[in-house]
């Protein structure tokens, strides 16, 4: 069994940084794509980042050069770096994972940014 255990979301102000982590739990796991989505209050979820084996980056408009995916294949775990937090960036964050032709979703992380 897939599971992926995610972490590092939290309250920030403003202009503040936090860093998201997702590790999957299954070795010798084929994985094609690894992403983070979102879903705020009373909206859809939405791409926020991904990136192949391969190191192909994808970004949402909303966030490019404030955020940064990366992803250690050894350790089976991806990473988004978020700075320059906004107040619509907060939302739940979910890790996904591609391993065809399965996908695997984390439990969600909250991220919340306020004052």
């Known amino acids: 069994q897939v599971q992926l255990v995610e972490s590092g979301g939290g309250l920030v102000q403003p202009g503040g940084s936090l860093r998201l982590s997702c590790v999957v739990s299954r070795n010798s796991f084929s994985i094609n794509k690894m992403g983070w989505y979102r879903q705020a209050l009373g909206k859809q979820r939405e791409l926020v980042a991904d990136?192949?084996?391969?190191?192909?980056?994808n970004y949402a408009d909303s966030v490019k050069g404030r955020f940064t995916i990366s992803r250690d294949n050894a350790k089976n775990t991806v990473y988004l770096q978020m700075n320059s937090l906004k107040p619509e960036d907060t939302a739940v964050y979910y890790c996904?994972?591609?391993?065809?032709?399965?996908?695997?979703w984390g439990q969600g992380t909250q991220v919340t940014v306020s004052s």
């Open positions: 996904n994972v591609h391993s065809f032709p399965y996908e695997y």
């Open positions: 990136i192949t084996t391969g190191g192909r980056i």
